[in-house]
């Protein structure tokens, strides 16, 4: 059974890092894409960040330039790396294909106070 388990959340001031972990468990096959979602308070989850196994990114306008998507191919690793972070990245970010194939994991909360 595929389990998707994130961390690294937690409460930061505005322009502060963080750096999320996605692990991807009891997965028979080589990842293929991944991305990471986002789900503020009382709005839709949405892709913010999505990377292919070779390594190409792409990034929503909205954070562009300030994250960086990353992974480890070996350990089936998914990084997401968080700067210049504003109150409007709060919410709980989650790791999944850019399809959303796999059951959601509990996902991380990311809080950034102005």
């Known amino acids: 059974q595929v389990q998707l388990v994130e961390s690294g959340g937690g409460l930061v001031q505005a322009g502060g890092s963080l750096r999320l972990s996605c692990a991807a468990s009891?997965?028979?096959?080589?990842?293929?894409?991944m991305g990471w979602f986002r789900q503020p308070p009382g709005n839709q989850r949405e892709l913010v960040a999505s990377i292919t196994r070779g390594n190409a990114q792409n990034y929503a306008d909205s954070v562009k330039g300030r994250f960086t998507i990353s992974r480890d191919n070996a350990n089936k690793m998914i990084y997401l790396q968080m700067n210049n972070l504003k109150p409007e990245d709060t919410a709980v970010y989650y790791c999944n294909t850019p399809a959303r194939n796999f059951v959601w994991g509990q996902g991380t909360q990311v809080t950034v106070s102005s």
């Open positions: 009891g997965i028979p096959f080589n990842l293929g894409a």
